[in-house]
């Protein structure tokens, strides 16, 4: 238990969250953030078989993570998930939407993003919204109702800096690739702007209601991308770099516990200067 009043702030013992997305790069990341601050964590991820290694691998740091199946698009799994969580732990105090299709360019995916707008396709396009928005719509209606409940409550939604600005397509490009052209497709920002929107009516809505709601803006994390890709995205940035991929846990956590207890409808940007210039 920390001694110093500040940090006693970041305490989050006796509290239970839920990460979606649980098992991605930064997913569990959260999980161990939350888990070490004294949090119950339970890692929850459409990949059951990830999760639950992902949970194993913290359990044996002596984390307290749960691991625990959802699908984000489907309301009955959202519904089950959360009464799972409260018959359990008897309380929901944070949930972080972590979970999204978040188109990939490192090397196992290169090449795979060739659509144009103006052919993009609309199957794609409904997934995307089901899974970036719409799930993190279900997420928090479900959650909503044990927090008010016990009349406390965290919503935290993962946004991107591409929520905040247009995509630069030039990242992308490949001087003499072969084939079409690649693009970060339009549902990533248009998605991810509609998180921010998401998270400011939260805010208004439960205001007085003792539930906050913030975003967390990360820039781009490095993950064993191309030495193309890393020199351009790194130019872009202030601090000359991408992000490594535990730089934003002190912000989660921060919006996590009561150290941000006066935020709410405020998106914590970590983009390494991205969006300054």
Not at 51 to 71: H, I, M, N, W
Not at 180 to 187: E, F, T
Request: hydrophobic residues 40%.
């Amino acid at each position: 238990m920390p001694t110093n009043k500040v940090l006693q702030k970041f305490d989050l013992t006796g509290q239970v969250a839920v990460v979606t997305g649980g098992a991605g790069l930064l997913g569990s990341e959260f999980c161990r953030t939350l888990a070490e601050a004294g949090a119950q964590v339970v890692l929850a991820d459409l990949d059951d078989q990830a999760a639950a290694q992902r949970a194993e691998t913290l359990q044996s740091a002596g984390l307290k993570v749960f691991p625990l199946g959802l699908d984000v698009t489907n309301k009955v799994s959202v519904g089950e998930m959360v009464g799972t969580v409260v018959r359990q732990f008897s309380r929901l105090d944070i949930l972080v939407n972590s979970a999204a299709l978040d188109p990939k360019f490192d090397p196992q995916h290169q090449g795979g993003h060739s659509q144009s707008f103006e052919g993009f396709s609309l199957d794609a396009w409904n997934q995307a919204l089901s899974v970036n928005l719409t799930g993190a719509f279900l997420c928090c209606q479900a959650a909503a109702q044990p927090m008010l409940e016990q009349e406390h409550g965290v919503f935290i939604n993962i946004c991107s800096t591409y929520g905040l600005v247009g995509p630069d397509q030039r990242l992308y490009e490949r001087e003499g690739e072969q084939g079409p052209r690649q693009y970060k497709p339009v549902y990533y920002s248009v998605t991810k702007a509609g998180i921010l929107g998401l998270t400011r009516y939260l805010a208004t809505y439960y205001a007085w209601k003792n539930i906050r709601a913030n975003a967390l803006t990360p820039g781009g994390v490095y993950n064993h991308h191309d030495d193309v890709f890393l020199k351009a995205y790194s130019a872009r940035t202030v601090m000359g770099r991408m992000a490594r991929h535990d730089e934003m846990n002190g912000a989660l956590l921060f919006l996590a516990s009561e150290a941000s207890s006066y935020m709410t409808g405020a998106n914590l940007v970590v983009d390494g200067g991205w969006t300054a210039w």
